[in-house]
């Protein structure tokens, strides 16, 4: 996943890992091909943390639960099937 330079990223590497399954990593500042899809999959997660919200009480278990909600929401680019039903085995 592609961070938007946000301190949320830095902050809380661990639930974009259970997110993504994979650690997050800086946008190249020139490449305005990876804004899209960054920014949205932030829309997403701003659903469930808004920006103002203080993220010190967050557990493991709260990242793992917003990560569970937004692996189940079918997505128009995969054809309205989840992340859950292309991508675990």
Known sequence: ?????????G?????????????????????PG???????ANGLIRQYLPK?????HLTQHDCNRVAAQLNRRPRKR??????EECYVP
């Open 1 to 9: 996943m592609l961070g938007d330079r946000s301190d949320v990223v």
């Open 11 to 31: 902050f809380f590497p661990s639930f974009f890992t259970s997110l993504m399954g994979s650690a997050p990593t800086s946008r190249h500042p020139i490449m």
């Open 34 to 40: 990876n804004a899209a899809p960054t920014e949205n």
């Open 52 to 56: 103002r919200l203080s993220m010190k």
């Open 78 to 83: 995969l054809g309205y099937r989840t992340p």
